[in-house]
């Protein structure tokens, strides 16, 4: 089944609003990062961040291993924030391959 | 002074037609790997390998060969391109747990 579910699928914000995105993982892990896909599809690291929380700028990620969850946070959100987030685990028996969530379409809306 | 850099950008071929996708990593990493993203999906694992001489098979290897020439580079290769296989296609370096990623080569079968 799919060990990682990332939710919403699309989000469409204002300008100014926050914007809270999830992976839900059921499997155990030693790594999780977030990465952000611009419109024309290069790919961003946002965050390597396996346990805690870590902050960069406005974006804020939060991994709580004991409730199988990942959080990233995006306080006061711009138009230029718009585009896909992506979360990606590396299961806990795994060697160095990395299981995908399917993404988060951001719209910030002016 | 990118790390990670793949070529060509964007590649048109029709059915049947053969097509190299390189890539290079002046990480001086062990791993590295090739992702293929369609609409609606993650990043999918093609092959991956831990060094010079050695490939590993992913979750979606049918319709791929891959060749790791030396530590720097790793090729991704079709033989006989098929419509289906038209997606964005990434490649990847590391060392531990923390990815890094190329800009993409968006292949387009017609």
């Known amino acids: 089944g799919q060990q990682v579910q990332q939710s919403p699928a699309s989000l469409v914000l204002q300008e100014g609003e926050n914007a809270e995105l999830q992976c839900n993982f059921s499997?155990?892990?030693?790594?999780m990062q977030w990465f952000y896909q611009r419109p024309g599809g290069s790919l961003v690291s946002l965050f390597y961040?396996?346990?805690?929380?870590k902050h960069s700028g406005r974006l804020t990620s939060t991994t709580v291993i004991k409730e199988r969850r990942s959080s990233l946070h995006i306080s006061s959100s711009q138009t230029t924030d718009s585009g896909t987030y992506l979360c990606?685990?590396?299961?806990?028996?795994?060697?160095?391959?990395?299981?995908w969530g399917s993404g988060t379409k951001l719209i910030i809306k002016p | 002074e990118a790390a990670v850099t793949q070529s060509p950008r964007n590649k048109v071929t029709v059915t049947g037609g053969n097509v190299t996708l390189s890539c290079r990593q002046t990480?001086?990493?062990?791993?590295m790997y090739w992702y293929r993203q369609d609409t609606g999906h993650g990043l999918r694992l093609i092959h991956y390998?831990?060094?010079?001489?050695?490939?590993q098979i992913g979750d979606v290897p049918d319709g791929y060969k891959a060749t790791r020439t030396t530590q720097e580079d790793f090729f991704l290769l079709l033989e006989l391109a098929s419509p289906s296989q038209t997606s964005l296609y990434f490649c990847?370096?590391?060392?531990?747990?923390?990815?890094?990623f190329g800009p993409g080569t968006r292949l387009t079968v017609l």
């Open positions: 990606a685990l590396e299961p806990g028996d795994s060697n160095y391959q990395l299981i």
């Open positions: 390998s831990y060094g010079a001489g050695n490939l």
């Open positions: 961040n396996p346990s805690g929380t």
């Open positions: 499997t155990s892990l030693n790594s």
């Open positions: 990480n001086s990493h062990n791993y």
């Open positions: 990847a370096s590391s060392e531990a747990y923390e990815q890094y």
